[in-house]
T-cell receptor, first 117, second 113 residues
Framework: DAMVIQNPRYQVTQFGKPVTLSCSQT?????MYWYQQKSSQAPKLLFH???????NEADTPDNFQSRRPNTSFCFLDIRSPGLGDAAMYLC????????????????FGPGTRLLVL | AQSVTQLDSQVPVFEEAPVELRCNYS??????LFWYVQYPNQGLQLLLK??????LVKGINGFEAEFNKSQTSFHLRKPSVHISDTAEYFC???????????FGAGTRLFVKA
């Protein structure tokens, strides 16, 4: 089945130690998103890629970076995790075409729960 | 500013009872509306969506929602809930012309036996 895969499902890191979260998709979607979701809150968009074009949200801290080496993979890098970065990180994809075919349905992976010690 | 408001943070309900989860949106442009469900430690799963056409939208797991443009609402309903429907439900709106989906704060549905 076509899907969005996130690895690992649980990640423990130390305060200040860089960490990378991975997302892959078999849907061949051209848009990929990273969200941060803290307990009992809505997902918060960090950034998205439209094909190779990177789009950062204005309030996303510089500590968060992303890479998309190809259509299938996208990475979230946290350069110096702080205690406040402990959260669930959700990857999502969508396919966006022309104005007549835009259907902004996002397909989410299961998430990676990050714990910062 | 564009926003999505879910009017109830928690909704407790007995099994086999009907339920309505309320959602209002604010937008000055065309909007597409969604309901997603999130089970514990899982990602979000699409329940249903409204893009255009019939204002009554049917989704998976017996859920349906009605788009009301005059009241800017998109309430989610199910006539008879099951224990397995216990989860967090997010209403979301995609504003035409951008790539950003605005999520509501979520409603926790708790189904009791």
């Amino acid at each position: 089945d076509a899907m969005v895969i996130q690895n690992p499902r649980y990640q423990v890191t130390q305060f200040g130690k860089p960490v990378t979260l991975s997302c892959s998709q078999t849907l061949n979607h051209n848009v990929m998103y990273w969200y941060q979701q803290k307990s009992s809150q809505a997902p918060k968009l960090l950034f998205h890629y439209y094909d190779k074009d990177f789009n950062n949200e204005a309030d996303t801290p510089d500590n968060f970076q992303s890479r998309r080496p190809n259509t299938s993979f996208c990475f979230l890098d946290i350069r110096s995790p702080g205690l406040g970065d402990a959260a669930m990180y959700l990857c999502a994809t969508s396919i966006t075409g022309t104005a007549t075919t835009i259907q902004e349905t996002q397909y989410f992976g299961p998430g990676t729960r990050l714990l910062v010690l | 500013a564009q926003s999505v408001t879910q009017l109830d943070s928690q909704v407790p309900v007995f099994e086999e009872a009907p339920v309505e989860l309320r959602c209002n949106y604010s937008s000055s442009v065309s909007v597409y509306l969604f309901w997603y469900v999130q089970y514990p430690n899982q990602g979000l799963q699409l329940l249903l969506k409204y893009l255009s056409g019939s204002t009554l939208v049917k989704g998976i797991n017996g859920f349906e929602a009605e788009f009301n443009k005059s009241q800017t609402s998109f309430h989610l309903r199910k006539p008879s809930v099951h224990i397995s429907d216990t989860a967090e439900y997010f209403c979301a709106a995609y504003m035409s012309g951008g790539f950003k989906t605005i999520f509501g704060a979520g409603t926790r549905l708790f189904v009791k036996a």
